[in-house]
């Protein structure tokens, strides 16, 4: 039964990005079943055989003492008040955000060194050889594994003003959904908190994650917009400022971790304030005035406080719950995050998420659990289509029009890729 509602959430997500794509004809199955074939295998090697598992537990491993070693920096900066895990506000504040900041600045140093770029460079050629992508896209893609939405494009910048439709939507669909290093160590602390095996759990599934996200968000990029453009250029370089010296690099990353972090933490703190006013209108409105806040609590067993915003998110993404492989149980709960996450940000959905994991009354089912931590692990939210816009038209100002264009659609294809991985962890956990 897993698998068989795997199946057919793979076939969904296709589906959808079969029939908004704008040129059907020129869709490359073959890239298609490649795209899918991969993901699969990726996810079986990971999830399935013990040695290729055992790599992945080392490196989410080096991901979990990160968090040891941020810890001890955030020791130093605020005292004990760190030691406080009662409340899950103290763990973000003093744990989650200092975080974003140290993998950050710690980016900036493998960067410099050049240990990223040959990462990058290696999974690119991969991707290039395989699925026919051109070496700008196939560098793109490749980067947004490991960084985020906006520094991406900046590794083929020279490219960007020359790229067609097709690579545009690829670049950004590949942002979508996938995430960047930083938060990727503080999604860590959010869902493992301060357990060390629970920290080494979520790692890797968190790893998993992302990595096989990158040819899912290929497969619903060239879908949505099949390349008919045959003048692209296959060149594998990289472009990007390192830094004059150690020291540069590492106060670069410090700033821009900075900036990250308090950005996600204001965001965290009007959309969590702007949800819970949404919630309280529509109960102390509609569903006081029709009855339907008592309603709501009988059906949902108590899992919904009324006739809330979070109620109706879970109505709309309920059957993509499902269809993602989720218990039958759960799936208001986790179409509640999945409507979260793309309606509002994955950061909220992933607090959310934590909240109902540590539930004594209500808690989710393992199974929900994993098939949402994949789910929302990208940025395919509205929000970043302003990202992209802003930050990519920025540094190629010729192709905004493009941007703006394509933000809805790249929106979609990100989160199909989203889903697409999400389906595939559920058909084998």
């Known amino acids: 039964m897993d698998i068989a509602r795997g199946f057919l959430g793979i076939f969904v997500m296709l589906l959808i990005c079969y029939l908004l794509s704008n040129n059907r004809k020129a869709i490359d199955w073959r890239l298609v079943g490649i795209g899918v074939t991969s993901q699969l295998v990726l996810a079986l090697a990971v999830l399935k055989i013990p040695f290729v598992s055992t790599i992945f537990d080392g490196i989410a491993g080096f991901f979990r003492m990160v968090l040891q070693f941020t810890e001890e920096g955030a020791i130093f900066m605020f005292g004990n008040i760190i030691t406080d895990t009662s409340t899950f506000g103290y763990i973000f504040a003093f744990q989650v955000l200092p975080t974003i900041i140290f993998f950050s600045a710690l980016t900036s140093i493998l960067y410099y060194f050049g240990i990223l770029q040959i990462i990058i460079k290696g999974a ?6 395989s699925m026919g992508l051109s070496g700008p896209e196939s560098l793109a893609a490749a980067a947004n594994i490991f960084i985020g939405q906006t520094e991406a494009p900046l590794v083929v910048k020279p490219y960007l003003e020359g790229m067609s439709r097709s690579e545009m939507m690829c670049l950004m669909t590949g942002g979508m959904a996938t995430i960047a290093g930083g938060v990727f160590a503080a999604y860590i602390g959010f869902l ?22 990158a040819p899912a968000a290929i497969v619903a990029a060239k879908m949505l917009h099949p390349e008919t453009n045959n003048l692209v250029t296959q060149e594998l370089k990289m472009h990007g400022d390192v830094g004059s010296n150690l020291l540069d690099a590492i106060s670069r990353g410090t700033t821009d971790g900075l900036k990250l972090a308090v950005n996600v933490g204001v965001m965290l703190l009007v959309f969590t304030a702007l949800v819970s006013m949404a919630n309280q209108i529509l109960m102390n409105t509609i569903g006081d005035w029709t009855g339907l806040n008592q309603y709501v609590v009988d059906a949902t067993n ?8 979070t109620y109706l998110l879970g109505l709309l993404f309920a059957p993509i719950a499902w269809i993602l492989g989720t218990p039958t149980q759960d ?8 409507g979260q996450k793309m309606v509002l940000n994955e950061f909220i959905a992933y607090a959310e998420l934590n909240n109902m994991r540590v539930d004594g009354q209500f808690q989710l089912d393992p199974k929900s659990i994993i098939i949402t931590t994949y789910a929302l692990c990208g940025f395919a939210n509205f929000a970043s289509i302003g990202i992209q816009i802003g930050g990519i038209g920025a540094i190629a100002p010729g192709q905004r029009k493009v941007l703006t264009e394509l933000g809805i659609k790249s929106l979609i294809g990100g989160t199909v890729a989203c889903f697409l991985t999400a389906a595939i962890a559920g058909m084998l956990y």
């Open 331 to 338: 799936i208001m709960q986790v179409g509640q995050l999945l």
């Open 124 to 129: 690119a050629w991969l991707m290039a050889k």
């Open 302 to 309: 108590q899992r919904f406080d009324g006739f809330t915003f």
């Open 192 to 213: 493992g908190g301060n357990d060390p095996v629970q920290q080494q759990y979520f790692a890797k599934h968190l790893l998993t994650a992302s990595i096989i996200s």
